[in-house]
């Protein structure tokens, strides 16, 4: 069983950053692909950003390309998502989640691409 834990969400102004960071417990995921989405209210789950295993390949939406960077430490157990000039429209909970089923390695885009969740974290950008 994993567990993953959200934290550094917040509220904060436009232009403003964030730091969000993703704790797994339970299995070392250093194997597996990560990944951040996030859920605006009333609006489906969509993808932010994916990392492969080694850290190498990242793939970020195109909305939040050249402001949002993933990374991850796996000595930690962790990933990471550093958010710049953040807008309003980037209000959401963020959530991270980890891929552990055969060819864990596969980043996706998806959903149903992953197999835990975290809880998640709420990001509010005022105006």
């Known amino acids: 069983q994993v567990q993953l834990v959200e934290s550094g969400g917040g509220l904060v102004q436009t232009g403003g950053s964030l730091r969000l960071s993703c704790a797994a417990s339970?299995?070392?995921?250093?194997?597996?692909?990560m990944g951040w989405f996030r859920q605006a209210p009333g609006k489906e789950r969509e993808f932010v950003a994916t990392i492969n295993p080694s850290g190498t390949i990242t793939y970020h939406a195109d909305s939040v390309k050249g402001r949002f960077t993933i990374s991850r430490d796996n000595a930690k157990n962790s990933v990471y998502l550093q958010m710049n000039s953040l807008e309003p429209e980037d209000t959401a909970v963020y959530y991270c989640a980890a891929v552990v089923r055969p060819a864990a390695w596969v980043t996706s885009r998806i959903t149903s691409g992953y197999d835990y969740w975290g809880q998640g974290t709420q990001v509010t950008v005022s105006s």
């Open positions: 339970g299995r070392t995921l250093s194997s597996s692909a």
